[in-house]
């Protein structure tokens, strides 16, 4: 297998390829480590033929090409359904609306019979997939084994075959259908010039917000990056909740940019009055989500917000190193509650 160099050695270009790829697998490794299994005269040849999938530097001598996205006429309900796919996508998390109305343009329906292959170790590969109905398992033979391993199976929502398409690499494992399949096929080119540079985008933009949150300021930059991966943006006007007294909490949240209050009764039947306020850099929602309790408070945007948010297995994932911390932070609420 591949050994990653330590991360103050690795060039530019691979560490913008674990960029991506923490965030394609929500931040776990070990699998990736098992699938990625390319051997390094691959990844040299392919990349003589082809030219490095992000290690291209553009500039005044070496300008990029236009890109021009292909564009596959589809009934509105197959557009629907592609979106709806994609949110539940990790490596689809990033773009914005343009560029996910390009990608769901660019998408290709492809339906594979059971026992088909759809990829297979070794092989060249121009295409990711997202699976819109039916399983798959994927199959890897490893060094000195007579047969392949079963490593997983691919469920509705789930994605495969960028690995490939990220390294110039061939495929690194063999995916199978178990049943009738419809997967959606993303080409190289919206791949390498959307997908994956909106995944470098959103690191750097929330690199150095992350920082500045004091919360994190015992995470290594490594353990940061992961959050910055897995995080959304949310937005409020000036008045709305974003969460109301009572409610189940499934999301815990960052201010990024605004301000906002707590507000709840402090005696029964009495009118609701601001408890607590929030701005830049701070957070809150962990009260639900570590003593898995209903809303303790309504939160209101003071001012036009922008939150960044994990939902509830990404902050114990994420954030598990933290509880402690989180839980001696309590006593700022104790005499509200």
């Not at 297998?1 to 965030?23: E, F, G, H």
């Not at 994609?86 to 560029?99: G, R, Y």
């Not at 917000?209 to 300021?217: G, K, P, T, W, Y």
């Not at 008045?239 to 189940?248: A, E, I, R, S």
Request: aromatic share 10%; charged share 35%.
């Amino acid at each position: 297998m591949i050994r990653r160099p330590p991360r103050s050695t690795q060039s530019r270009s691979s560490a913008a390829s674990d960029v991506y790829k923490r965030q394609v697998h929500g931040g776990s490794e070990d699998e990736d480590d098992e699938i990625e299994d390319i051997p390094h005269d691959k990844i040299k040849q392919k990349t003589a033929q082809r030219g490095a999938v992000s290690a291209e530097v553009y500039g005044v001598w070496n300008k990029k090409e236009d890109f021009k996205p292909r564009v596959i006429k589809k009934t509105d309900e197959q557009k629907k359904r592609i979106t709806a796919r994609l949110s539940q996508a990790f490596m689809f998390s990033a773009l914005e609306d343009k560029d996910r109305e390009v990608i769901i343009n660019a998408f290709e329906e492809k339906r594979f019979k059971k026992g088909q292959y759809v990829i297979q170790q070794g092989q060249e590969g121009d295409e990711l997939y997202v699976v819109e109905s039916g399983t798959l398992k994927c199959l890897k033979k490893f060094p000195g084994d007579t047969e392949p391993r079963y490593l997983k199976t691919y469920q509705p929502g789930e994605s495969f075959g960028e690995l490939a398409l990220l390294y110039n690499a061939p495929r690194a494992a063999t995916i199978q259908a178990e049943n009738d399949c419809l997967l959606y096929a993303l080409d190289r080119g919206c791949f390498n010039n959307i997908v994956k540079e909106a995944a470098i985008k959103k690191r750097q933009r929330y690199d150095d917000f992350l920082q500045r949150v004091d919360i994190l300021q015992s995470m290594d930059p490594y353990e940061r990056s992961k959050i910055g991966d897995a995080v959304k943006t949310v937005k409020f006007k000036k008045g709305d909740y974003v969460v109301k007294l009572g409610d189940t909490g499934n999301t815990f949240y960052f201010v990024e940019d605004g301000e906002a209050v707590a507000t709840k009764p402090l005696q029964a039947g009495g009118k609701a009055e601001v408890v607590y306020e929030y701005k830049g850099g701070d957070y809150f929602g962990e009260l639900s989500l570590l003593r898995n309790i209903p809303r303790q408070a309504n939160i209101i945007a003071k001012t036009d917000l922008t939150l960044v948010c994990l939902d509830r297995d990404q902050f114990t994932r994420l954030l598990g190193p933290l509880e402690d911390i989180l839980r001696r932070n309590f006593t700022r609420y104790e005499k509200y509650m």
